[in-house]
């Protein structure tokens, strides 16, 4: 099928445009927050470990200087991360943060030509509902501008045989003008012991680059299409859930993951927050230094009955450094 992938992505369409710095929690928030956590233990949380096999990112590059400010660690997908990170929440990621998302990604490496436009799937980090893939793009005619819309116009992706929704945007240019993507595929419905083979046909790249004849910038837009199949095994993840005392009796659980939170609630119930209905985006991690980290995308399983509302992470956090998910202005601690 043909997507408009700026339909969960389209923030990234416009490299000057850029997620705002994450708002720091006020003292009062922060001493709130403590007297709370000294005060209840009424949170049932559990961590759940599943042995599976880890896969750790097999390359690691350093990159210079991006476009918009960006600089990446690394040109895999845990430098991604780990630069994105920084550059929003203004805090560098711990060296455990960054083993975290480390152990959660795997290197591809795979690359194919079409056009004048080379086209490689670098590395992925999987999730158990959510799948990053980072994938990047070079013109033999020019360097990818970092500023304007760049887009592919056919995204499809199958996962074991299976159509899958989620959606693409780019992120970065380096000085070099390659072209960075982020790759977004949702996996709720498979098993999480059960290997993921994927397949990503990209086509018709539209984009603006500076020519390589005189420097000056033209829009490409080309027929090439590039066409990918490579396995994912599951990695190891953790989870913490939520179940007893609640702020509202609609929601029957909160799962906090590295990619994310899930809310189970009954649609029926009259006691479900507007935010976990409609509005994901006011869904936060709070972490130990008190910086709170937002989600930035979200995907439901169903809109009747008992709901599982999946919220996600731009970057995978370390559960060892949240402290509470606030949801609106309600405060779940985490103990």
Not at 216 to 231: I, K, Q, R
Not at 271 to 285: L, T
Not at 304 to 312: A, K, L, N
Request: proline residues 2%; aromatic residues 10%; contains cysteine.
């Amino acid at each position: 099928m043909n997507m408009n992938i700026r339909d969960i992505f389209d923030c990234y369409s416009d490299e000057s445009t850029r997620l705002e710095e994450a708002p720091a929690v006020s003292d009062d928030r922060v001493c709130s927050l403590t007297n709370t956590k000294l005060g209840r233990e009424n949170i049932i949380v559990k961590k759940v470990y599943r042995k599976l096999p880890i896969v750790l990112v097999a390359v690691m590059a350093v990159v210079l200087l991006m476009g918009a400010g960006f600089v990446a660690a690394s040109d895999s997908i845990d430098g991604w991360f780990k630069t994105r990170w920084e550059e929003v929440t203004g805090e560098e990621m711990s060296d455990e943060h960054y083993e975290t998302i480390a152990s959660l990604s795997q290197y591809i490496g795979l690359s194919e030509t079409s056009d004048g436009v080379t086209v490689s799937v670098d590395s992925a980090a999987v999730g158990d509902d959510v799948v990053y893939v980072l994938i990047t793009a070079e013109c033999d005619s020019g360097k990818f501008t970092t500023v304007g819309t760049s887009s592919f116009g056919i995204w499809e992706v199958d996962v074991n045989s299976n159509r899958k929704g989620g959606g693409m945007g780019r992120i970065a240019v380096d000085e070099s003008g390659k072209a960075y993507y982020l790759d977004k595929i949702n996996i709720m419905s498979f098993d999480n012991d059960e290997p993921l083979d994927v397949s990503i046909h990209l086509g018709n790249l539209n984009a603006l680059i500076y020519s390589n004849e005189d420097g000056s910038p033209v829009w490409y837009s080309g027929d090439g299409e590039w066409s990918f199949e490579f396995t994912l095994e599951r990695t190891e993840t953790n989870s913490i859930d939520l179940t007893d005392k609640l702020p509202w009796t609609g929601v029957t659980k909160l799962t906090v993951t590295e990619f994310g939170v899930i809310a189970t609630y009954d649609n029926a119930s009259d006691d479900v927050p507007r935010v976990i209905r409609y509005n994901h985006m006011k869904v936060y991690a709070v972490m130990e230094d008190g910086t709170e980290y937002q989600v930035n995308s979200a995907s439901s399983s169903g809109s009747t009955g008992i709901v599982d509302y999946y919220c996600f992470w731009e970057v995978p956090v370390d559960l060892d450094e949240v402290v509470a998910i606030r949801i609106g202005e309600e405060i779940i601690e985490i103990q």
